[in-house]
């Protein structure tokens, strides 16, 4: 019972994850970086043992596939929904 992260344990920056998009998309889009609150946690990493141990799962795609995979889904959409692209 209680709640279950499902997510992926290796960290990534907010930044590095940032300039993957913009590379992968070839994006013209510039990053603005701004001051965090005092209470943010500098570093998010996922505790899925849990998930392993009940469900016998972890993730399986690495960051760079999901991505491209995402960028790929929504373009697709995008085109078929507004025929736009």
């Known amino acids: 019972s209680g709640p279950m992260n499902i997510g992926n344990p290796d960290e990534i920056s907010i930044l590095k994850l940032a300039k993957k ?6 994006s013209r889009l510039h990053i603005v970086v701004k001051t965090l609150p005092e209470d943010d946690p500098k570093m998010r990493c996922p505790d899925i043992s ?3 141990k009940m ?3 972890q993730p399986t795609t690495d960051i760079d596939t999901g991505i491209k995979n ?4 929504f373009y697709n959409f995008l085109k078929n929904r507004n025929n736009i692209i």
């Open 50 to 52: 849990k998930a392993k």
């Open 21 to 26: 998009i913009i590379y992968l998309t070839d």
């Open 70 to 73: 995402t960028i790929e889904y």
């Open 55 to 57: 469900l016998e799962w």
